[in-house]
């Protein structure tokens, strides 16, 4: 079964640390993002990978960071965690091309910040 | 800027009834998702709808697109109270590659 694993569902940080988010899927898939979501205003894109060592900028990548060393691993960095980043975050994955019809996305990572 | 808006963002309908969701956006996609998110739960998709005209069923579910409008329609039939839940409409960019632009959710409570 197809699976995103997220490594934390709760996570409590305070203002100014940095924090890691990890994410890691078991589909072979090329493709990984990361989402934040918050009420009102469903899901942002916030950083996105199409393969390793790759990264693009989504619509919010303000404040954050990414890193994808391996293939099944993409990793989201707040490097000074701020407030306002307060949020649900999400990562997704997918298989390369348009010939694939959906995300498949982890259970997410509530992050308070203190 | 493609913008995704989703009407009605709160529903409350009683078992039995039928309703729908709609989902308009704002620059030209030919590719349309419907999510559904249970509470504390990651999305799950349940709809891709890929040209003019596609219509898709699942069950209870009716998910349609009209991409001259730029409109997409989630038609709930005789509602169930297994089917509350949040649902997304998420819109792909032509040239976006799965850059999912989301809309807000419609949170969607059925009592019996």
């Known amino acids: 079964d197809v699976k995103v694993t997220q490594s934390s569902r709760y996570l409590v940080k305070r203002t100014g640390e940095k924090v890691f988010l990890e994410c890691v899927q078991d589909m072979d898939h090329e493709n990984m993002f990361w989402y934040r979501q918050d009420p009102g205003l469903g899901l942002r894109l916030i950083y996105f990978s199409y393969d390793v060592k790759m990264k693009e900028k989504g619509d919010i990548p303000e404040g954050y960071s990414v890193s994808r060393e391996k293939k099944e691993r993409f990793s989201l960095i707040l490097e000074s965690a701020s407030t306002n980043q307060t949020s649900m975050y999400l990562c997704?994955?997918?298989?390369?091309?348009?010939?694939?019809?959906?995300?498949?996305f982890g259970s997410g990572t509530q992050l308070s910040v203190l | 800027e493609l913008k995704v808006e989703q009407n009605p963002l709160f529903l409350s309908m009683q078992e039995g009834k039928n309703y729908t969701i709609y989902c308009n956006y704002s620059?030209?996609?030919?590719?349309l998702y419907w999510y559904r998110q249970d509470p504390g739960k990651s999305l799950e998709s349940l709809f891709v709808l890929l040209s003019n005209g596609a219509v898709k069923q699942e069950g209870r579910l009716m998910a349609s697109l009209d991409t001259k409008a730029r409109l997409s329609t989630l038609h709930i039939t005789a509602a169930v109270h297994d089917l509350s839940a949040t649902y997304f409409c998420?819109?792909?960019?032509?040239?976006?590659?799965?850059?999912?632009?989301f809309g807000q959710g419609t949170r969607l409570t059925i009592n019996p």
């Open positions: 620059t030209t996609s030919d590719r």
């Open positions: 997704a994955s997918s298989l390369q091309g348009r010939a694939n019809e959906k995300l498949f």
């Open positions: 998420a819109v792909e960019p032509i040239q976006g590659a799965q850059k999912l632009v």
